[in-house]
């Protein structure tokens, strides 16, 4: 089955205390992304990744990191969260030229 | 700068009545795309439709139709007869092409339109 798979979908921690978000894709999409949701905000795009080793900053980069050493994964860093990163984060992948983004399930994050 | 407006911030219907969900954007592009997705009460996020800038026609799927206007800067959806199971956040969303002219999937999203719909 095609999926984006996301972990953990929730968690909580404390304020600078690293962690990191995975997400992976089974369906060899190039173009990949992270999405953060908040009221009243809409989703707002943190990083995209349109292949292996290309990375670069969405509208929202600020205290995040991504990587993407491998086409299936795209992890999400949070190298010292902070309470306003608390936030519903979604990861995407498309083959980029058909434009439609599959999401995954979503992971609610809570920083302390 | 691409922009989409959902002026909308919540819309209450009962069963069975027809609504429009409004989304205006901004872009100074010729070519674009444009998006509709569904978020339940769930939190997943569903692709409903994909429409190019070059195809102004109306698409109906359906209980849902949309109608693309260029000449205002619209793609509106309109649900038919709406279901309690039509309770959701819409969102609509606009990108623009990458360098081969495809969408390269970097999506501007509208801040959505919570519908209710009561039985």
């Known amino acids: 089955e095609a999926q984006v798979t996301q972990n953990p979908r929730y968690l909580i921690t404390v304020t600078g205390k690293k962690l990191t978000v995975t997400c992976s894709q089974n369906m060899n999409h190039e173009y990949m992304s992270w999405y953060r949701q908040d009221p009243g905000l809409g989703l707002r795009q943190i990083y995209y990744?349109?292949?292996?080793?290309?990375?670069d900053k969405g509208d929202v980069p600020e205290g995040y990191k991504v990587s993407r050493k491998e086409k299936r994964n795209f992890p999400l860093i949070l190298e010292s969260p902070s309470p306003n990163q608390t936030s519903l984060y979604f990861c995407?992948?498309?083959?980029?030229?058909?434009?439609?983004?599959?999401f995954g399930e979503g992971s609610r994050l809570t920083v302390l | 700068a691409q922009k989409v407006t959902q002026a909308q911030t919540e819309i209450s219907v009962v069963e069975k009545e027809d609504v429009t969900l409004d989304c205006v954007y901004e872009t100074r592009d010729t070519t674009y795309y444009l998006f509709w997705y569904k978020q339940p009460p769930s939190g997943e996020l569903v692709f409903l439709i994909r429409r190019n800038s070059f195809d102004e026609q109306n698409e109906i799927s359906g209980r849902y139709s949309w109608n693309f206007q260029k000449s205002t800067s619209s793609f509106n959806f309109t649900i038919t007869a709406s279901q309690v199971v039509d309770s959701a956040v819409y969102f609509c969303?606009?990108?623009?092409?990458?360098?081969?002219?495809?969408?390269?999937?970097?999506?501007?999203f509208g801040k959505g339109t919570k519908l209710s719909v009561k039985p």
């Open positions: 990744s349109m292949n292996v080793e290309v990375t």
């Open positions: 969303a606009l990108s623009e092409p990458d360098a081969y002219g495809g969408s390269q999937g970097n999506l501007i």
């Open positions: 995407a992948s498309s083959l980029g030229d058909v434009g439609e983004l599959f």
